[in-house]
Every structure is written in C-alpha cells, then in structure tokens.
C-alpha cells in the first residue's frame, strides 16, 4: 500500500512519518532526501513534477515487493498528487501558510483524503496506523 503523508512545509509530515512507520512495518522516503539523494532542488512545475514521478517510482517498487510503503512530501497540487497516485492519503492541514511562499501560492486542498489532521498531537500516529490497518482488510 502507498501511503502520503502531504502537507504545507513545515505542518509535521516528517514527524508524523518517523512515528508512523515502525508502527506499520514500512519502508520510508522523504522528499527531501530523495531531492538530495538526486540532486535535484528544482521546485518550478517541471521540478515538482518530476519529483512526484520519482517518488511514486521508489513507492511503486515497495508496494510490488508487497510492503506498505509511506512518502512524505508536499505534493502540492491536483496533478502531482495523481502522478503519485497514493492509495491511502494523510493531509497534514496543521498551517495555514508554509515558510515557502511560491509553495503557498500554488497549494491546492486535496478534494479526497483518507485521514484528514487538522491539529497535530502525540496520539495521531497511532490513529492514523488504525486507519491504515483497518482500510487494508
């Protein structure tokens, strides 16, 4: 299963990620490890795209090897989240502006989430694990 973690900067999808995945036995990637691993800080549409095309790449992998698999990144618009393409999507809605204010400009509210956290506490971890673990049966 494909799980993104999506979000303005700075709303907590890292630290969300890091609890989450020892939870549900996943393997995990970063957005900004993998720019960094790749190279790649280009944040234009052609950039962001291609980003959300690499990491879909590195989550399609895991997910055929049969292994829940969670990406944290912005994945700020309709179109970069349908080229990931997540089967299960957590928006992390805890800011109203990131520190990136191209990023603000073009973030558009996703229409379908599966766990929606508008206030981040210590517990959410495990009640977004619940949802996974109970979507999945």
Known sequence: MKILIMGLP???????AE??????NAAWYNA?????????????????????????????????HGRFVVCDFVCPTR???ENFDA?????MDTVKKGRFE?????FQKPEK?????????DYNHNDVAEKILQWKK
């Open 10 to 16: 700075g709303s907590g999808k890292t630290y969300l």
């Open 19 to 24: 609890r989450l995945v020892p939870i549900i």
């Open 32 to 64: 900004d490890k993998i720019r960094e691993m790749a190279n790649d800080w280009d944040f234009s549409d052609i950039g962001r795209d291609r980003q959300s095309k690499r990491m879909r790449a590195f989550a399609d992998f895991e997910k055929s």
């Open 79 to 81: 179109a970069t989240r």
């Open 87 to 91: 089967d299960f999507v957590v928006w």
């Open 102 to 106: 191209d990023t603000n400009r073009i």
């Open 113 to 121: 989430v599966d766990s929606h956290l508008k206030l981040w506490n």
